[in-house]
């Protein structure tokens, strides 16, 4: 081939140019004036190529202004180097140098865009500051009331939940916590997170779950939008607690979506209790009213303790080889003391 303009022959050509000629004063990069960075006032994160991250403020910076870049169609982009230069508390320009095969002959060209960060509101957080919610996790128990403790317990567990989520779904989040009589509502983003929180409750308390939904309207692209309600009934017993199952007192040590696992006072053995089973269980003692009594002799396998109200020194039976240390925990039965592990 030769080359339109100086004639050389026996030459790669672009366009009938060789590359020499090609290349000649000719512009390979190029970006616009200026381009805005977007910023949620609220949570931080950056708008780049229409996602929400969190990142520096100076790679946000970089990051807008490369997506911003365009090369002419003959060449391909092998490197870049960005230098970013603060102009005023919100206006950056940004200088990039650009290393362009045309080719196989890698010519440099450069150019500079102006980054002006705006504020505004990311969706997430205009939806989270106008308590917008999908679906509700009522949580009650069986009774007229809920134990503060469980509640504050339940609210841990689902926060912690959501956070754990949100950090690969940032759509995800709790839009209000509200107390009501008898339980606790727990307003959600979106359905699948009422139903996987749900699915986790119930198997870490052993709860019943109710679903309901209703129709709240039509979106904008014509769609049905549902609003789904998740009763979530805890069952009165909780780990920790001092169950009588069968004229037997247990200390209840596990729960799953199947049943649970506990421990006999009276022989220490480990066993398992189905889902109908631990429906019949009476909860003799909660895990909080466990008392502590001191410890004063030991010998083999009972201890003398101090009985935590009346101080009078009582024989208590303790699991074959198990360390103790000063004071130990245990619960009262029919006027007799007994260790819990
Ligand atoms: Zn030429
Ligand atoms: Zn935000």
Known sequence: MFCVKCGEEDVETVNGLCLNCFLDGRKLISMPHHVDLMRCANCEEFSVNDQWVRKDLDQAVEDIALTTLSVIPEGKVVSVGVMVEK????????????????????????????VRLKNTVCKRCSRQLGSYYESIIQVRTGEKTLDDDLRDEVVRAVTASVENQSKTNRSLFISKVQQVPGGVDIYLSSISLGKTLTRELSETYGA??????????????????????????LPMYHVGDIIMF??????????NKNGGKMTDLYDFRETSIKKFELLT??????????????????SGDEIQVLHPTSYLTKDVRIPKDCEIGET??????EEVLLFVP
């Open 328 to 333: 130990v925990k245990v619960v009262e039965i």
């Open 208 to 233: 019943e779950v109710k679903e309901s939904s209703s129709l709240v309207g039509v979106s904008s692209d014509g769609q049905e939008v549902y609003r789904v309600t998740f009763l979530l009934r």
């Open 281 to 298: 269980v009476k909860v003799i003692c909660k895990e909080k009213d466990i008392k502590e009594a001191t410890v004063v002799s030991r």
């Open 87 to 114: 102009q005023e508390d919100k206006t950056f320009v940004v200088h990039v140098q650009a290393d362009v095969d045309v080719s196989g002959v890698v010519a440099t060209d450069e150019d500079s865009v102006i």
């Open 246 to 255: 069968k004229d037997r007192p247990y200390e209840l040590t596990a729960v």
